[in-house]
């Protein structure tokens, strides 16, 4: 404490100096010459050097003073209109340059709040996303033990079982699924986000795995009774509708998607998958017929946590359509969305075509 009082005394004391310096050799040259720009010097070591905007408004009270005092001390001198000019000018540079100095240390001063504070917001942010990481990690294990004994139990291992009851066993084994299946998702955002999405490549047919995907989604399209169609052309899909990625990931995508699509889709209604092959690009569509997109929704709708307002975004996390933009563009791919007349929405995805020769389905 001491030390720092001693090093505010001294730069005090610098100050002072330069401003007798200065004052010294404006009352001993004539008038005509004006050394009042020097004031300049110690004017910006007093804004540098002391908080709060008083004390340089002091030193530039005081250089002004000092300048214009030069016109009547010493008084044997004629004061000339010229002299006057010269420091009237001066003294305008003098405020300006105190104003200019005040002003940017004011900038710095708010810079580096606010560089603080986003410093705080990243260190919180990052504790934030470990703690989820950890505990979303941490809940797998539980949740797979009681998929597993519910199973053992629909099964009969602990005895046998009423209908009645082995229909609440099975609802209770879908919502577990679902429940872990949110927490896998979860997961592997931040696990992404932190770490990069690593990806087995080898040659995936999309329409094979398109309509695997199909398959394990029969109960859910069934019991909201969609009906879920393939489009693709007059193409020959097993040799044109090959690209190089990852299939696990790839199976992910079109659960996301058809998920997605099935959730917002009238009962009754259909849901197409179509499928476009091109000569840079195979190009995959998931088609509904539900309440579509609203302008304001379509910019967010890849984001993480994104929930609009529209009764497309009345379900879910705001994370398996995040994530499905992860996967895609770890593949050098694309996705988007759009609106679809007169209504429904399409969600689409493109992926480099496979380079080479192409493997043929047996």
């Not at 010269?86 to 200019?100: D, E, H, K, Q, Y």
């Not at 260190?123 to 934030?128: C, P, Q």
């Not at 990481?133 to 053992?152: F, N, Q, R, V, Y």
């Not at 602990?158 to 066993?169: A, D, H, K, S």
Request: charged share 20%; net charge neutral; with cysteine.
């Amino acid at each position: 404490m001491k030390y720092i009082q001693e090093l505010r005394d001294r730069k005090f004391w610098l100050i002072v100096g330069l401003f007798a310096i200065v004052a010294v050799l404006e009352f001993l040259t004539p008038s005509a010459y004006v050394f009042g720009y020097l004031y300049i010097g110690p004017i910006l070591l007093v804004n540098a050097r002391f908080s709060g905007r008083t004390a340089t408004f002091q030193a530039i009270a005081i250089a002004c003073v000092l300048t214009m005092a030069n016109v009547w001390f010493p008084a044997h001198e004629e004061i000339q209109a010229p002299t006057v000019a010269s420091r009237i000018i001066a003294v305008l540079a003098l405020v300006v340059t105190g104003f200019l100095s005040d002003r940017n240390r004011s900038y710095q001063q708010t810079l580096l709040q606010q560089q603080a504070k986003l410093q705080a917001q990243e260190k919180l942010a990052s504790v934030r996303e470990d703690f989820v990481s950890t505990l979303t990690h941490d809940l797998k294990t539980p949740m797979l033990g009681a998929i597993e004994t519910l199973k053992a139990l629909q099964r009969g291992n602990f005895g046998p079982i009423l209908l009645e009851q082995r229909t609440v066993v099975t609802t209770m084994i879908r919502s577990h699924q679902t429940s872990l299946q949110l927490v896998e998702t979860l997961l592997d955002v931040y696990r992404n986000d932190t770490e990069g999405l690593k990806l087995q490549f080898a040659p995936v047919d999309l329409v094979e795995v398109a309509e695997d995907v199909a398959t394990t989604l029969i109960d859910l399209a069934a019991s909201r009774r969609i009906h879920i169609s393939f489009n693709c052309g007059n193409s020959d899909f097993r040799q044109f509708f090959w690209v190089n990625g990852d299939a696990f990931q790839l199976h992910r995508v079109f659960v996301n998607l058809l998920t997605n699509a099935i959730n917002h889709s009238p009962r009754g209604s259909k849901v197409e998958v179509v499928l476009e092959p091109g000569s840079s690009y195979q190009v995959a569509k998931v088609i509904d017929m539900g309440a579509g997109i609203t302008p304001q929704e379509l910019p967010h709708l890849f984001k993480r946590f994104y929930q609009g307002e529209s009764d497309r975004q009345a379900k879910g996390s705001g994370l398996g359509l995040y994530l499905t933009r992860q996967i895609v563009e770890a593949h050098g791919g694309k996705i988007w969305a759009e609106n679809r007349q007169p209504h429904g929405a399409m969600f689409a995805f493109r992926l480099p075509v496979l380079p080479g020769q192409l493997p043929l389905s047996t």
